[in-house]
């Protein structure tokens, strides 16, 4: 046994591994093998998630690439052929007091839509219609995939977020450049009240001795199955003209919209007005007008205005036409009288220093009807009357500016009646001034040439330079006076003024500040050259 026992000692000692200097090596024989085992496992494990991520990142890429490819595809196909497309169904969103048919009126042309360029263009027009009624802070329209059995079809999903505030407000000191007045205004509006899209409005005006009013209104964008807005106004209005025309003027009426559309404005108009003179001083024509009297008329305006910008056009044209009959009531009192205004304009660029080239014409005529209209003279405050210091450029309601002439400052006048001075024992009589009449027939032309200033500051801030000529003129027809008319004679007297200017564009008001240089008036007329500034607000 003892043989054995050795020998295998023996065996035991010779299989131990040994160093080259013949120790024996100490600690775990299989260390190391280990350590290099789980030191190629790490590595593995980190190539492993490097090629894991390198894959994601290849099909991350892959995809992003497939659907910017299916974009591509998409847009190729909207630009170069028609998509058919029809609406399943549209769902209305986040409307907690707005009514419901409200909103579907005015998204209604999305159910008309037969493909899918023709429904991004309704959806874009029906987005900017519901954010014109006032009443939503948003509007989100997304497209939707319809039902999977009906290919070829598209949900869209209308989602609004109504105002917080339903009440607002704002005042402030604006000027009147035709009435040569500042004024404080102030307006009150509550909204969607009912859940019809509703406004209601009321608003005051106090001028320096010129001008108040207070006024109450409600307007409905859509109510119930009438297409059209319904608009409704009340308002008391007094106005001074007492320096030009020596009468005040009060105003109680009520205004009704009845059709209004995009190109189209029709509106019913009741006013009772009287017309007085505390100074005792008035023209003899002034005085045969003063007194109460009624006005019912219908009004129709059309209007096409395709300029690229109200303030500072550069292209493009607009077009208004009104139409105005009045004497509607059986009243003997009702003013019975035809309206008719025209008025043009054209822009066209030049291409240099952003300049562009304005011009335009107006034309207005009144004239009484009835029973002996021939010899009856027209209504004052419905007669046209010409000059302040409004743009002709950006204004667009009939002959009624003329740079350089004062407010009412050209046209038929007539002399005030003469004061008696008594004192020293001795009469002497003395004219106090005249009185604007006003005229049955007015034309207005003008030619304005805007561009931008050297400065890049000015460019910024939208200042700009202009060149402006303007010419016009007004005559009676009335009281027979049509029988004297004549054409060349009446081209012959035209006023005309030009200038130079610079024009300063803010958010609450425009600023023009022109050297004015007449170059042709009359003994009536009120004029001066030299510079004028003027105010127009809001924009």
Known sequence: MATSVEEQQIHQEKSMPQNPHGDEIEGDPNGDEDEDFEEEEEDGDEDLEEEEEEADDVVSQSRLFSQRNKLNNLFHRLSTERVTLRVHDVLIKGNTKTKESLIEAEVEALKKATSMQELLQVASIANARLHKLEIFD??????????????GTANVIVEVVETKNPLTGDIGI???????????????????????????????????????????????????RLVTPVTARISLLSQDWLK?????????????????????????????????DPSQMSSRSIRGQLGHSLVSSCKYSFKVDK??????????????????????????????????????????????????????ISAGVIYPWGSGSMSMPSPLPERFFLGGHSSPVCTLSGPASLLGFKSRGLGPAEARRLIIDKSNNENTASSSGTDALGGDLSVTAF???????????????????????????????????YRNFSLQKFRESFRRSAGVGIIVPTKVFRMEINYCYILKQLKHDSAKTGIQFSFSSPL
């Open 447 to 481: 030619a304005d040439l805007s561009f931008d200033l050297p400065l890049r500051i000015f460019r910024e801030a939208g200042i700009h330079g202009h060149l402006f000529a303007c010419a016009g003129n007004l005559t009676k027809l009335t009281e027979n006076e």
């Open 244 to 276: 030009l025309s020596s009468y005040k003027e009060r105003l109680l009426g009520l205004s009704v919209g009845l059709v209004s559309t995009r190109n189209h404005d029709l509106s019913y108009n009741l006013t009772w007005r009287n017309l007085t």
């Open 307 to 360: 300029r690229d910008s109200p303030v500072r056009p550069r292209r493009g044209y607009s077009f208004l036409s009104t139409s105005q009959i009045g004497g509607l009531a059986p009243d003997s009192r009702s003013l019975r009288f035809l309206r008719q205004e025209f008025d043009f304009r054209y822009a066209w660029p030049l291409g240099f220093c952003n300049a562009a080239l304005n011009f335009g």
């Open 174 to 224: 604006f000027t009147k450049p035709e009435a040569r007045s500042w004024s404080l205004e102030g307006s009150l509006k509550l909204k969607n009240l009912l859940g019809y899209g509703d406004v209601w409005d009321g608003s005051g005006a106090y001028g320096w001795d010129q001008t108040s009013e207070i006024s109450a209104g409600v307007s409905f964008p859509r109510f119930k």
């Open 138 to 151: 948003s509007v989100n329209i997304t497209l939707d995939s319809g039902p999977p059995e009906l290919p």
